[in-house]
């Protein structure tokens, strides 16, 4: 073999052994007489020492590396010289005294520091991803998801369930957002659809008697793309029969639990998880997926407001649904105008009027009873007297030095004003701990949501999610106002997955896809296997998709998922290394019976 030992594992207890390591040149340092090497592999770094007096052929070899070429090493380990020891790296007490150095092959010098970290243009690492894999936190990151992923399947498999493998292609049908298209070659005019995601075959699954189900699924879904958002991606997929909402999330609790203290033991982490209602999670912070780091919560001063007399607030309430809220940035009573001009710019982005301010001069006295008009600077101060000062300061809980920020609009356009500013302060306050993992529950979601102005209705989660058994009789009369049996895992500000407890009762599911506008035929075209499926016995069952990508990329501390996927798609969803989509030969085409719109073939030339 051309390896006896990898070189990140060398230790003391070697010294003295003759080992032969086969890897990359990491760094190549020439000291008058003596050649450095730093060699790497993928288990990491250990110095190798060539000196020409002891192997010429060897150091003659040396004399001709450079980063980045394969080469194979036979040498003797041996104690580094006191003092010259290198704790930064695992191999730091030994290095390698080659008698034998081989090129295996040379590098090109590649585009950008593989040895070091620097700031490379995201395409070129991408043009390069072989390349930028080789660099120690990418590398790391891969490390991170095999290990991510070999808890969570030794973790299921230890409580049950069975892994099974689902197809890739499936029958297109609506779950929310595009299918990827396989147009079928023996089955001309027809086509298959790239998966979603595996909810209806794992929910056969369950007819099937498996009762406890898992997988690290493919998925795919053809739609614009963001930080945490890839047209093909990973998730644990799950299915448990015999369950309710709790043992779902009791389940997921201890597998993340477990799974950020083995492969994360570095960041903190709230135990147990808060779970609370979505419509708890809204009106305390404006989200669905809330940031539980640090507080400043979403506090509801209407009734304080409604007699102030002030127009924006009185306006505001007179109208159906509106309200008065605000948030307390700690400390920001000092902001500039141009500051305060920024945070409005932020609420008016969601579709606020304007963002009303209240100061609260540090020197004021530590008691809401000590505030004094002359400690208030806010443009509202010659319109609200200082008792109803006061009121909204306890109310809000502020404190002096503290800046009150106040939104008064349709409750949604509240919510979603005052979460954008409690994210951004929390960010440039640095309220935000980034070790510590905040893991929380969100649960009852909508079950529908308007989809246009006519009253047409989509599903909030799919729509083989069960409603909450009370409001089952809500269901035609007021179906938007109808909870759903649907939950989220959040951690830190975003969603690392969902589930819910399914419908098993067919008379059900044909009033659901009665709701969201199926026609009888569309409904039995589309879905005319599971229905059939339910009329065989189904178990209750309910089940959890969290994605392995999201997963990664916050036990990692990464900003975005391209850094924990192997090969990954920009933001316009191409493969820059492959260069793909691409063209192909017109001869395919004609094999699937398809032809391109003059359009579409203007499109591929131009690119």
Not at 280 to 285: I, L, T, V
Not at 296 to 312: C, F, H, L, N, T
Not at 494 to 507: A, F, K, N, T
Request: a negative charge; proline letters at 5%; aromatic letters at 6%.
């Amino acid at each position: 073999m051309l390896k006896s030992h990898s070189c990140g594992e060398l230790s003391l207890a070697e010294a003295g052994q003759v080992v032969r390591l086969a890897g990359w040149v990491h760094r190549r340092r020439d000291h008058g007489g003596l050649i450095f090497l730093d060699m790497r592999d993928r288990t990491g770094l250990v110095q190798v020492v060539v000196d020409p007096s002891a192997a010429e052929s060897a150091y003659q070899s040396a004399d001709a590396l450079r980063n980045e070429w394969v080469v194979a090493i036979t040498g003797e380990v041996q104690v580094r010289p006191a003092g010259t020891e290198n704790p930064r790296i695992a191999t730091g007490g030994i290095e390698i005294h080659a008698s034998e150095v081989t090129v295996l092959n040379p590098s090109k010098t590649p585009p950008f520091y593989i040895n070091e970290e620097s700031d490379v243009d995201e395409s070129l690492r991408l043009r390069y991803r072989y390349l930028d894999l080789r660099r120690e936190r990418m590398a790391a990151n891969l490390r991170l998801r095999h290990r991510v992923v070999k808890y969570i399947r030794d973790f299921l498999d230890e409580r049950g369930f069975l892994e099974v493998e689902t197809p890739m292609l499936m029958k297109s049908t609506p779950e929310g957002a595009r299918d990827y298209l396989v147009p079928s070659r023996v089955h001309p005019g027809h086509f298959y659809a790239l998966p979603q995601s595996p909810q209806q075959l794992k929910q056969l699954l369950m007819v099937a008697g498996v009762e406890r189900y898992f997988q690290i699924a493919r998925c795919f879904r053809d739609e614009d793309q963001r930080a945490d958002r890839q047209p093909e991606f990973t998730q644990l997929d799950l299915e448990m029969s015999f369950v309710d909402e709790t043992d779902v999330l009791d389940l997921m609790e201890e597998l993340y639990t477990g799974l950020a203290q083995t492969t994360a033991p570095h960041m903190g982490m709230t135990s147990p998880f808060p779970r609370m209602t979505y419509e708890e999670a809204m009106k305390r912070f404006g989200s669905d997926k809330p940031d539980l780091r640090f507080g400043m919560e979403i506090r509801d001063i209407s009734s304080i407001v409604a007699e102030s007399g002030v127009g924006v607030f009185t306006s505001a309430l007179a109208e159906t649904g509106g309200t008065v809220r605000g948030i307390v940035a700690p400390g920001c009573a000092g902001y500039s105008r141009r500051e305060l001009e920024n945070l409005t710019e932020i609420v008016r982005g969601q579709g606020a009027r304007g963002l009303a301010t209240i100061g609260l001069d540090a020197e004021a006295g530590t008691a809401v009873s000590d505030l004094q008009p002359d400690n208030v600077r806010s443009a509202l101060a010659r319109h609200l007297d200082i008792e109803t000062v006061r009121s909204i300061t306890e109310a809000m809980g502020a404190s002096a030095g503290d800046l009150l920020l106040i939104v008064a609009a349709d409750e949604s356009i509240v919510g979603a004003s005052l979460s954008a500013l409690r994210t951004e302060l929390g960010e440039r306050l640095e309220l935000a701990d980034p070790n510590e993992l905040a893991f929380a529950f969100v649960t009852e979601f909508p079950l529908f949501e308007a989809a246009d102005d006519e009253g047409g209705l989509s599903s909030v989660h799919h729509p083989f999610t069960a409603p909450v058994p009370e409001d089952a009789g809500l269901l035609e009369e007021s179906p938007t106002a109808v909870r759903s049996r649907a939950y989220d895992l959040v951690v830190n500000g975003l969603e690392l997955g969902s589930g819910s407890i399914r419908i098993h009762d067919r008379e059900l599911q044909d009033r659901i896809f009665a709701l969201l506008g199926h026609s009888p035929e569309e409904i039995e075209d589309r879905f005319g296997h599971m229905l059939e499926a339910f009329e065989y016995g189904v178990p209750p069952h309910g089940g959890f998709a969290p994605g392995i990508d999201r997963t990664v990329m916050v036990l990692a501390g990464e900003p975005n998922i391209r850094e924990v996927i192997p090969f990954p798609k920009t933001q316009s969803a191409q493969d820059l290394m492959m260069s793909a989509p691409s063209t192909v030969d017109e001869q395919q085409l004609v094999d699937l019976n398809l032809r391109l719109r003059e359009a579409a073939q203007d499109i591929a030339a131009s690119d």
